[in-house]
């Protein structure tokens, strides 16, 4: 079974940025459609970004376009996720997740089969 794992969460000042790193144990990852939802205390998980597997598209939820990239290098089975201009509303754990094959929407929980255990992301104001 492929594992994710997610790194460079931390804590900073509103308008701060991070880059958020999901690596994949295995290179068939590269094949599929991979995401970042978030999850803040008493809500849940929603979606932030996708990317398809080579890259060529990329969707974002309305709260993070423009503020956050993601992007991807199969060479190192690794997604990113650039995020600029945090705000505190940002504060919550990441996960990263991999796509079912075939699933014809990216921004629900239930199209990912495979999550992460999560980078916890503070943004303090």
């Known amino acids: 079974q492929v594992q994710l794992v997610e790194s460079g969460g931390g804590s900073v000042q509103a308008g701060g940025s991070l880059r958020l790193s999901c690596a994949a144990s295995?290179?068939?990852?590269?094949?599929?459609?991979m995401g970042w939802f978030r999850q803040a205390p008493g809500k849940e998980r929603e979606f932030v970004a996708a990317i398809s597997w080579n890259g060529d598209a990329t969707y974002y939820a309305t709260s993070a376009q423009g503020r956050f990239t993601i992007s991807r290098d199969n060479n190192k089975n690794t997604v990113y996720l650039q995020m600029n201009s945090l705000k505190p509303e940002d504060t919550a754990v990441y996960y990263c997740?991999?796509?079912?094959?075939?699933?014809?929407?990216?921004?629900?929980?239930?199209?990912?089969?495979?999550w992460g255990q999560g980078t916890q992301v503070t943004v303090s104001s």
């Open positions: 997740g991999r796509r079912r094959p075939y699933t014809g929407t990216y921004d629900r929980v239930n199209s990912y089969d495979v």
């Open positions: 295995e290179r068939t990852t590269t094949i599929y459609t």
